[in-house]
């Protein structure tokens, strides 16, 4: 009856807002570890092409799902020294906002190379892009650009933050690039004899 199908909409309901408050929480337990540097404990040498591939992988069927093409150029046997867990934690995080933010029928790049002694990684998706005054504050704690989306997408500014508490602490830079109505691109720069200096095995 009515009766039922009314208390079942509210707990629905309440089960959607606790999971996102839930998903809140965990962000700022990581983002407060990030910045205490108490997360960041398995500095090793990996190999950055195969994690990537393995996420792509792990990321095919959502991304099949959502109607989006998926093109990579990934340079193999790519080598850098680093919290692994935490850069694989930073490319899931920008891949995911791709993922949301990729027009139906679009398509993600993702693009990792070096160049001199740099290893660069970047994720385009097509789509609605972001206008300039919003591209240096995506990276603050809980900036929104567009409300309605972010209810959409149930997302709270926290994941692209959390993203460059990573870059920063590997002393490597990420920004984004867009070009309105058309694509935008996330770039992270990591540069090779800098994770030299980072402590831990390898």
């Given at each position: ?19 996102r408050m839930s998903k809140l ?99 385009k998706n097509t789509g609605e ?71 831990g095995k390898g």
């Open positions: 009856n009515e009766n039922i199908r009314s208390q079942m909409k509210w707990l629905d309901y309440i089960n959607d807002q606790s999971d929480i965990d962000e700022m337990l990581t983002l407060a570890k990030v910045d205490d540097m108490k997360e960041i404990v398995e500095i090793e040498r990996f190999n950055l092409s195969n994690l990537l591939n393995n996420i792509l992988l792990t990321c095919e069927a959502y991304i099949f799902e959502n109607n989006i093409n998926l093109h990579s150029d990934i340079k193999e046997e790519i080598f850098i020294k680093g919290d692994k867990e935490n850069l694989k934690k930073t490319i899931i995080i920008i891949l995911d906002n791709a993922i949301k933010y990729t027009n139906k029928n679009g398509s993600i790049f993702v693009n990792l190379k070096e160049e001199k002694n740099k290893v660069k990684l970047e994720i892009g972001i206008k300039k005054e919003h591209l240096e504050k995506i990276f603050e704690r809980f900036y929104r650009i567009d409300e309605s989306r972010v209810r959409e997408s149930g997302g709270y500014g926290l994941g692209l933050s959390i993203a460059k508490s990573i870059v920063d602490y590997h002393k490597g830079r990420i920004y984004a690039e867009s070009n309105l109505g058309k694509d935008t691109t996330f770039i992270i720069e990591l540069n090779k004899e800098k994770l030299e200096s980072l402590g």
